[in-house]
């Protein structure tokens, strides 16, 4: 195992929910008492298991464009990472890895493909790496992957949001996101994704604050040493605004691991998925089912 154990206990939970969705298979709400926290968890459609992580800024509601397309085809589940959305605030030290690895026990999941924005992408490549036989297909888009160098003006923009964050300045804090070329200013033309950004934001302030550096259990070696240990079939999705570190991060991802396809979305940037859903969902459909429109493309128009 490359992560430190903590130690699993599985718990029981609150009761289900099952909540009609306009027309489309029933969401299943829940619970899960696991890994020593209480996870916010829904669960979508029948088939293959499709795990949508969410970026380590927001919550599960950035994936509702995505629910009803995919749950046509597969168990769609979505959660919150521990402190985001419905999910319990961390209590102490854990790794994303071994709540999903949980979760998914809990769900009798055996395999599943795995589906990451941003810091989400980082979880679904560190959980490839530590839980291989599980994981089906791996699709990050712009990912943040633990050991890379990353660069003083990535570092700066860190250091702003932690001072915003800790100062209880919500509405700087969100102006600060917004206005990031590669997040919110993307959405400035798109009304309804754009309040429901703003809303993800607001809602998540509270754990802006927490200092995850003392909590959070990474790889050992970091992930970026051992990703040539990756095996698993693998979709690195672009946008054409990305930060200059992520652009190297995906360079060095199509290059080091075996099994990799890189492909980018026009006029998009990291949250691709809101900016462009229609599109987005196109791609990543065809290349689970393995019917991409180009096998051999590594840039698409749509």
């Avoid at 029948?46 to 970026?55: H, K, R, S, W």
Wanted: glycine letters at 6%; proline letters at 6%; hydrophobic letters at 45%.
């Amino acid at each position: 195992m490359f992560y430190r154990c903590i130690t699993v206990f599985l718990a029981l939970f609150t009761p289900c929910f099952v909540v009609p969705f306009s027309g489309h298979a029933a969401v299943i709400s829940n619970i899960a008492a696991v890994n020593g926290a209480k996870i916010s968890y829904e669960i979508q459609g029948e088939g293959p298991t499709l795990v949508l992580l969410n970026d380590g800024i927001l919550d599960r509601r950035m994936w509702n464009d995505q629910v009803a397309a995919f749950s046509k085809d597969y168990k769609v589940i979505r959660y919150d990472f521990r402190g985001w959305g419905k999910s319990e605030l961390p209590q102490q030290p854990f790794s994303h890895v071994d709540d999903l690895y949980q979760l998914l026990q809990f769900l009798h999941v055996e395999k599943a493909a795995l589906l990451g924005v941003l810091a989400g992408g980082g979880v679904a490549l560190d959980f490839a790496l530590d839980h291989p036989e599980m994981v089906d297909r791996i699709i990050v888009v712009t990912p943040l992957v633990y050991g890379f160098h990353y660069s003083p003006p990535t570092h700066l923009w860190m250091q702003a949001w932690h001072a915003l964050a800790q100062a209880g300045e919500k509405s700087r804090l969100i102006d600060l996101y917004m206005s990031t070329p590669a997040l919110g200013r993307r959405l400035s033309e798109n009304a309804a994704a754009r309040k429901r950004l703003e809303a993800m934001l607001s809602d998540n302030f509270a754990v802006y604050g927490v200092d995850f550096s003392q909590l959070l259990l990474r790889l050992d070696p970091p992930t970026m040493q051992l990703v040539p240990a990756i095996r698993t079939p693998t979709l690195i999705l672009a946008g054409t605004t990305v930060d200059p570190d992520l652009r190297l991060v995906m360079e060095f991802l199509q290059r080091g691991i075996h099994d990799a396809r890189q492909i980018v979305l026009p006029n998009t940037g990291s949250l691709m998925n809101m900016e462009k859903p229609e599109a987005f969902n196109r791609v990543v459909l065809d290349w689970l089912s393995k019917r991409p429109a180009d096998e051999d493309a590594t840039k698409i128009g749509l």
